[in-house]
């Protein structure tokens, strides 16, 4: 049962990894001081101050030597499936699962299985025919018998709601690749579309997927190859069992009409329904497939298809932008070349999604979230002031940071014309993890900026100067170019069509995933970042500056909800959401007595704190888009954190210190002897409804509040 109450690991394997190493240093950290006693609600200077140097000095052991944290990026249950699926059928799983890798995955696998028998979406999500058929898929593939418990009763909650017909169109696609799905059940995915004109001007060209989402057109851009060439993997005894195995006695998988199960969905899935336009635009495409199957058409657009493929292979060092694309990437080049480059290639960089922590071995969401959580560490420890920077070990770790941050630039721009292929400016950008992975995200060159300015103010002997006025000016020139005309940023490029295409959104399970949005946290982080570099450059184009900082208010201001609220789409959510959104009001001049937006904010949040002085949010809140509060008032610091860094933001501490004085001896009471924070519910969110795991969150926030705390209600620094 305790691994269904608290189904997070708490990366307890690196942090003994790195007591162990910390220990041969001679540099084991601090413990933390007491906690505040019982219904104490202050935090006094010497309290506060003593928990960042040992929150600090601990965090700082976490650090790897090129300098950034690395942390268990898991948390959606259907990755390493679909990564399982290609190594099956290209007969390459024994070279990456040996025997303990297979050992550790079925642990995971195993761990996060539901008390119904079922697997969610996530590892704190209801069960979910995708993640219960993908998930069951996998144990058998790594061995484990029909017969086993964790099968019979997986296979028993997916045979209850009707059997392997009504997954997902993701799980459909990946049972048909395996073979154990017919293609005919599968709703269109033609490689035609890359065909189609591009110009706006021809109507047509909006539909056309360079204007989609990058993760979205990534994704369905080598589905479509394998779904043109109606590829399966091979029979074998496997795949003849799943077929009987995922499919009712009284409906077996010989007798299924495939077309007729295209649309089928269990309704614990269901999070976006199709419209009915889309089921005739699919039921229209559908008996067109008759005709393109094997035509010269279909042959040209895989080809085409192809093409960009192997630049995204490329552009990225075969990392790819995300798992669910690397892995089919890899599929496709294994078709086009079993013994090819291409496939070798991607294979030797499987590794870089995989993490092993005490629940097993999992496939992460991306390669990692390295610069993301550099970035915002090295703000957290500046926030901190002489609390922590006057100790070496400290010191030592802000100048790793600076050295990541400085090597994970990306410093020019993709090859070839990058119309050609839908790509936008990258040089100067930082991305989420690594140079090597080099997409350009909005908010994080923002929050790259951002540390490099907060390494300059801590002077060159804590790390600063090593990112050039030119390196941060090619930097400004990103952000600049991201905004898009209502003012908003969206995240890996400008918003390049109509909200409209939502409605061909296939994927069942996720929302908002066909055009990339602006979001008040990637508008927040350029605005402030932007704010920031101003006060340091203040000549380097003014105008521009000014006038981009005036639309992004306005969007801010307009995308609050009517009772104060930011909805938070990439972590845990309204708390996430409030923190940004107080953050880019405050960065363009607001002030709790001048701007009603943040007076409803800071009411917003106040109404909702714990009775233990902290703030703990649900991922319901992210599904149901609203504010939904954790089983019996509880908090969690994370939360607390960002509810602090809002309050803060907006001027709080001069009008009625009180509450934030309760969430800092919240934090304080969570923090553990170690000077680590415990590992609690999920902090971050994609695409609405699905969940993913900041291991780093635990520690940065609840320092970097305190921090600010210690500056602006208590005065020091």
């Not at 119904?116 to 484990?144: A, C, K, P, Q």
Request: charge should be neutral; hydrophobic fraction near 40%.
């Amino acid at each position: 049962t305790a691994r269904l109450e608290h189904p997070h690991s708490a990366d307890e394997l690196l942090r003994l990894q790195a007591a162990a190493e910390a220990t041969a240093r001679g540099d084991a950290p601090r413990p933390s001081p007491p906690p505040p006693g019982p219904g104490r609600d202050a935090a006094d200077e010497a309290s506060v101050a003593a928990s960042l140097e040992a929150g600090a000095t601990f965090y700082s052991t976490l650090q790897r030597a090129d300098g950034h944290w690395p942390g268990d990026y898991g948390g959606p249950l259907f990755l390493m499936p679909g990564l399982l699926i290609v190594l099956h059928v290209t007969g390459s799983l024994g070279k990456v699962f040996d025997g303990p890798a297979t050992t550790e995955a079925l642990r995971y696998l195993r761990n996060h299985q539901n008390a119904d028998g079922g697997f969610g979406l996530h590892i704190e999500g209801h069960s979910t025919m995708f993640g219960t058929v993908l998930s069951y898929v996998s144990l058998r593939i790594l061995g484990v018998g029909p017969e086993d418990e964790a099968c019979a009763s997986a296979r028993s909650w997916i045979l209850a709601r009707g059997g392997a017909t009504r997954v997902t169109s993701w799980g459909k696609f990946w049972l048909a690749v395996l073979g154990a799905y017919g293609w005919g059940g599968v709703n269109p995915m033609p490689p035609e579309m890359w065909l189609a004109p591009t110009s706006k001007l021809l109507g047509v060209g909006w539909l056309h997927p360079s204007n989609f989402w990058c993760h979205c057109r990534m994704v369905y851009l080598p589905m479509s190859v394998v779904y043109g060439r109606r590829f399966a993997g091979p029979e074998s005894e496997l795949v003849r069992g799943l077929r009987k195995e995922l499919f009712p006695a009284d409906a077996p998988y010989e007798s299924v009409d495939w077309d007729a199960t295209r649309n089928l969905c269990a309704k614990e899935d269901l999070y976006y329904p199709h419209p009915k336009v889309q089921d005739a635009l699919w039921w229209c495409m559908a008996r067109a497939e008759k005709v393109l199957v094997g035509s010269r058409f279909r042959r040209a657009a895989i080809k085409e298809a192809m093409r960009h493929v192997k630049y995204e292979d490329e552009a990225t060092r075969y990392i790819c932008i995300g798992p669910v694309n690397k892995v089919i990437n890899m599929l496709c080049r294994w078709i086009e070349d079993p013994d090819g480059d291409g496939f070798k290639t991607h294979l030797a960089r499987v590794a870089d999604y995989l993490w092993l922590a005490e629940d097993g071995l999992k496939m992460q969401g991306y390669n990692g979230s390295q610069l993301w959580d550099t970035a915002f560490a090295v703000q957290a420890l500046e926030a901190g002031g002489g609390a922590v920077t006057q100790d070496a070990r400290v010191v030592a770790s802000l100048k790793a940071a600076a050295r990541y941050i400085d090597a994970n630039q990306v410093r020019e721009d993709p090859p070839g014309p990058l119309a050609s292929w839908y790509r936008h400016i990258s040089a100067g950008a930082w991305p989420f993890s690594s140079r090597d992975h080099g997409w350009p995200i909005s908010d994080c060159t923002a929050e790259g900026v951002k540390a490099a300015l907060a390494l300059d103010r801590l002077g060159a002997g804590l790390g600063g100067g090593s990112i050039s006025p030119n390196r941060l000016h090619a930097a400004v020139n990103v952000m600049l170019s991201y905004q898009n005309s209502g003012g908003g940023w969206a995240t890996y490029e400008r918003t390049r069509s109509t909200k409209w295409l939502e409605l061909i959104n296939p994927s069942e399970t996720f929302g908002d995933i066909v055009i990339d949005y602006p979001y008040v946290e990637c508008s927040s982080a350029c605005m402030t970042a932007l704010a920031a570099f101003a006060k340091v450059h203040p000549e380097h184009r003014k105008a521009e500056i000014a006038r981009s900082l005036a639309a992004g208010r306005r969007f801010v201001l307009g995308s609050q909800r009517p009772d104060g609220s930011w909805y938070g789409s990439w972590g845990v959510c309204f708390t996430y959401g409030a923190w940004f959104g107080c953050e880019a009001l405050a960065a363009t001049g607001s002030t709790l007595e001048s701007c009603a937006a943040l007076r409803k904010a800071t009411a917003f949040l106040l109404e909702r704190q714990c009775a233990d002085g902290g703030w703990g949010e649900s991922y319901l809140s992210c599904q149901d888009k609203v504010y939904t509060q954790l089983p019996g008032g509880e908090s969690q610091a994370f939360n607390t954190a960002w509810a602090m860094l809002a309050l803060l933001a907006a001027g709080q501490a001069s009008v009625d210190p009180a509450p934030l004085a309760r969430g800092a001896a919240s934090l304080l009471r969570a923090q553990l002897p170690s000077g680590d924070w415990p590992q609690e519910r999920i902090a971050g969110v994609f695409n609405r409804n699905s969940m993913i795991t900041y291991a780093n969150y635990r520690n940065i926030f609840p320092l970097w509040a305190l921090g600010e705390y210690r500056r602006k209600v208590l005065g020091k620094e």
